[in-house]
Nanobody
Framework: QVQLVESGGGLVQAGGSLRLSCAAS????????MGWFRQAPGKEREFVAG????????LYADSVKGRFTISRDNAKNTVYLQMNSLKTEDTALYLC?????????????????WGQGTQVTVSS
């Protein structure tokens, strides 16, 4: 069974940067679309960024375009989220997940499995 493990979260001041990582087990990592979502307390899980299997197509939520960059290293079975110019509204639990394709990439229901998440807190 594939497992996803996120890391790299923490506390950072507004304007700062963090790099999240999501390591996947299994041998078919490159065959899947990978996404990052986030969930703040009392809010629904929302799509942040996604990347296709060979890394040549990336998708972003409007709220993070120009600030966040998703990438992947298939040799390491890892997907990354570089977050720059962080804002207090970026504070959330960040989760990575796998989807069979980019179809309906913004829908959380398309993804399985999910990691346990890594907390990002941006202070003012």
């Amino acid at each position: 069974q594939v497992q996803l493990v996120e890391s790299g979260g923490g506390l950072v001041q507004a304007g700062g940067s963090l790099r999240l990582s999501c390591a996947a087990s299994g041998r078919t990592f490159s065959a899947y679309f990978m996404g990052w979502f986030r969930q703040a307390p009392g809010k629904e899980r929302e799509f942040v960024a996604g990347i296709n299997g060979n890394g040549d197509r990336t998708l972003y939520a409007d709220s993070v375009k120009g600030r966040f960059t998703i990438s992947r290293d298939n040799a390491k079975n890892t997907v990354y989220l570089q977050m720059n110019s962080l804002k207090t509204e970026d504070t959330a639990l960040y989760l990575c997940a796998r989807a069979p394709s980019s179809y309906d990439y913004y829908r959380a229901s398309r993804y399985d499995p999910w990691g346990q998440g890594t907390q990002v807190t941006v202070s003012s």
